[in-house]
């Protein structure tokens, strides 16, 4: 892959965090047709938190449509254990990790990803571990 072009990097199609979200209705739609859609974990560029234009190729779960936008809110995937820490939830082992390591969900930060800022499709979770995911983020952010 061509490190100076990263899909979601840069420019209008860059995936950023999203500080302020409302209203978010999650519904479970994954669809195969390139584009991302909640239910379906994806590969894009994710700035680190220090927000130094530093980040990495990485992949997200796509979790809501945004009202009335082309973006779609996704959360972070990691494969660092994270057992003990309430701000992540595990959702195991997928496709997304050519290794097949467990993976968890980073639940404080909440990413706007445009369509054209995702590098690839990687597979669509199964509803019930979507539902683990979504449950949480009703809890934490009041999403519906």
């Known amino acids: 892959m061509d490190e100076d072009f990263l899909p979601g990097r840069d420019g209008p199609a860059a995936t950023v965090e999203a500080h302020r979200v409302r209203g978010v209705r999650m519904a479970y739609a994954p669809d195969p047709d390139g584009d991302p859609d909640p239910g379906e974990v994806v ?19 796509v979790v809501a449509r945004e009202h009335g936008a082309e973006t779609v809110l996704a959360v972070q995937l990691t494969s ?36 054209a800022g995702m590098r690839r499709e990687a597979c669509a979770l199964d509803r019930g571990r979507f539902n683990l995911v979504a449950n949480r983020l009703v809890e934490r952010y009041g999403w519906a």
């Not at 590969?43 to 779960?61: A, I, M, Q």
């Not at 082992?93 to 990413?111: I, Q, T």
């Open 80 to 115: 660092k254990r994270h057992d003990d820490r309430a701000e992540y939830q595990p959702i195991g082992s997928g496709p997304w990790d050519r290794e097949d390591r467990e993976s968890w969900v980073l639940l404080d930060r909440v990413f706007r990803i445009h369509p």
């Open 43 to 61: 590969w894009t560029w994710v700035p680190f938190e220090e927000n130094d234009g530093r980040g990495k190729d990485r992949p997200v779960l």
